[in-house]
T-cell receptor, first 111, second 117 residues
Framework: LAKTTQPISMDSYEGQEVNITCSHNNIATNDYITWYQQFPSQGPRFIIQGYKTKVTNEVASLFIPADRKSSTLSLPRVSLSDTAVYYCLVGDRNAGNMLTFGGGTRLMVKP | SAVISQKPSRDICQRGTSLTIQCQVDSQVTMMFWYRQQPGQSLTLIATANQGSEATYESGFVIDKFPISRPNLTFSTLTVSNMSPEDSSIYLC??????????????FGAGTRLSVL
């Protein structure tokens, strides 16, 4: 299973764009990249998933370079309510492999 | 997306007792998962529970300590047996959504915060 590395923590201010990068050097051909968000006292919540290039939804964008050895979660114009832990998971569920939650990135948005 | 309800949301228990955590889903799902999360830490998978079969436990977790039931496609329980203070943690259940996606994603309950004295 691909191992992921993320910054332990990041600070930002309201209204800024936040980019959280995840490294996954040994990503396999069929692996997908999935990001979850976890607020205090809640379970993780799915944000976005992608395989290559760029994926965008109403919450975030996910940028994946051609070599797929890293990915960047982009949160536009963050607010205080975006303060949470963000987890990057890499793997192939269709192959029956459970994805592993790494350490995550603790994002603190300040006023 | 699936809606998951966990009970209790929190509990304080005495050493040596057992606690059963319930997980109810608003739709039928094949696979349910149980995780443990120490405060400030990441999630660790305890076991996978499929309806009609024995749960599959991850390394470091055993059935005698964490028995799991899965009587139907919308419900599961996790029991934390013979508790010690080291079992103090947050326990979460999750389900997978399959339809309409290339890769399955998980939906989580809010968790059960357990403190063992």
């Amino acid at each position: 299973l691909a191992k992921t590395t993320q910054p332990i923590s990041m600070d930002s201010y309201e209204g800024q764009e936040v980019n959280i990068t995840c490294s996954h050097n040994n990503i396999a051909t069929n692996d997908y990249i999935t990001w979850y968000q976890q607020f205090p006292s809640q379970g993780p919540r799915f944000i976005i998933q992608g395989y290559k290039t760029k994926v965008t939804n109403e919450v975030a964008s996910l940028f994946i370079p051609a070599d797929r050895k890293s990915s960047t979660l982009s949160l536009p114009r963050v607010s205080l309510s975006d303060t949470a832990v963000y987890y990057c998971l890499v793997g192939d569920r269709n192959a029956g492999n459970m994805l592993t939650f790494g350490g995550g990135t603790r994002l603190m948005v300040k006023p | 997306s699936a809606v998951i309800s966990q009970k209790p949301s929190r509990d304080i228990c005495q050493r040596g007792t057992s606690l059963t955590i319930q997980c109810q889903v608003d739709s039928q799902v094949t696979m349910m998962f149980w995780y443990r999360q120490q405060p400030g830490q990441s999630l660790t998978l305890i076991a996978t529970a499929n309806q009609g079969s024995e749960a599959t436990y991850e390394s470091g977790f055993v059935i005698d300590k964490f028995p799991i039931s899965r009587p139907n496609l919308t419900f599961s329980t996790l029991t934390v047996s013979n508790m010690s203070p080291e079992d103090s943690s947050i326990y979460l259940c999750s389900v997978e959504e399959v339809a309409g996606r290339v890769q399955n994603i998980q939906y989580f309950g809010a968790g059960t915060r357990l403190s063992v004295l």
